[in-house]
């Protein structure tokens, strides 16, 4: 997949041209907020953009490798709640659920995500 121009809307659902929502994240920019960078992990899931992913995966349980499944294509996100992970947090967890279409039709990934900001940024950890 490709970065989308920027005036088209952003994969993360906000309603927001990429440019100015995830596209910023996936250009350098620090997210503010563990939810923002849960939205810009979900574009960049959705674009295919394997290197932001394991940028912003922590260290302590990033793997090696990561292959994205280019048969999978993801439809929607929903934010179910927020706990801490604000700009002067060091810590948050998102609740969410991811809407794809892959193989064998539609599927929803229910996930409670943790975050820890280090250094100003926000890092992915693990989900359950």
Excluded: K
């Excluded at 295919?48 to 394991?54: I, K, Q, V």
């Excluded at 929607?76 to 709640?81: K, P």
């Excluded at 810590?91 to 900001?117: C, K, L, N, P, Y």
């Amino acid at each position: 997949m490709s970065v989308p121009p920027e005036e088209l809307r952003c994969p993360c659902g906000l309603g927001n041209p990429y440019a100015a929502c995830c596209g910023r994240f996936h250009d350098g920019e620090a997210a503010p907020t563990a939810a923002q960078l849960m939205r810009s992990r979900y574009s960049a899931f959705a674009l295919g953009l394997r290197d932001y992913l394991l940028e912003t995966w922590h260290a302590s349980t990033r793997p090696e490798e990561l292959e994205l499944d280019p048969e999978i294509r993801w439809l929607r996100l929903i934010v179910e709640s927020t706990e801490q992970g604000g700009p002067f947090d060091t810590e948050g967890t998102v609740t969410f659920t991811a809407i794809g279409r892959g193989e064998d039709g539609r599927f929803e990934q229910h996930e409670r995500s943790r975050f820890v900001r280090e250094g100003g940024r926000w890092f992915y950890v693990d989900g359950e």
